[in-house]
């Protein structure tokens, strides 16, 4: 199962970001939520799950931020013992690789 309690540290390397990003999944009442820290960034990524999907140690959701207002994206992650691997799927920036996050 995932576990709501965590946070997440990962690389993130791309032509809008270059740096660690801190994340979690967040759970009230069987709504998801997420939380994304872009450290040393000059703005911030909220994010809003609108749909979510756990089954073992894959999350799958579809996600809003106001960042693009009116666009849906993929949030793929598996977590395997202290690590999470997956992507994040947004509109004009394309796949966010997540790779080798690590546990916090």
Same mark, same amino acid.
């Given at each position: 199962?995932?576990?709501?309690?965590?946070?997440?540290?990962?690389?993130?390397?791309?032509?809008?970001?270059?740096? /660690?990003?801190?994340?979690?999944?967040?759970?009230? @009442?069987?709504?998801?939520?997420?939380? +994304? /820290?872009?450290? %040393?960034? $000059? =703005?911030?990524?909220?994010?809003?799950? !609108?749909?979510?999907? !756990?089954? $073992? /140690?894959?999350?799958?959701?579809?996600?809003?931020?106001?960042?693009?207002? @009116?666009?849906?994206? /993929?949030?793929?992650?598996? =977590?395997?013992?202290?690590?999470?691997? %997956?992507?994040?799927?947004?509109? =004009? +920036? %394309?796949?966010?690789?997540?790779?080798?996050?690590?546990?916090?």
């Amino acid at each position: 199962m995932i576990d709501t309690a965590n946070r997440y540290k990962a690389k993130i390397n791309n032509m809008f970001f270059k740096g /660690d990003a801190v994340f979690g999944i967040t759970c009230n @009442d069987g709504k998801y939520g997420m939380e +994304i /820290d872009l450290e %040393g960034a $000059d =703005f911030e990524m909220p994010v809003d799950i !609108v749909e979510a999907s !756990v089954e $073992d /140690d894959v999350f799958t959701a579809k996600a809003t931020t106001p960042i693009l207002p @009116d666009r849906d994206f /993929d949030i793929l992650l598996t =977590f395997e013992d202290d690590k999470c691997n %997956g992507y994040l799927k947004i509109p =004009f +920036i %394309g796949k966010v690789k997540i790779k080798d996050a690590v546990k916090l």
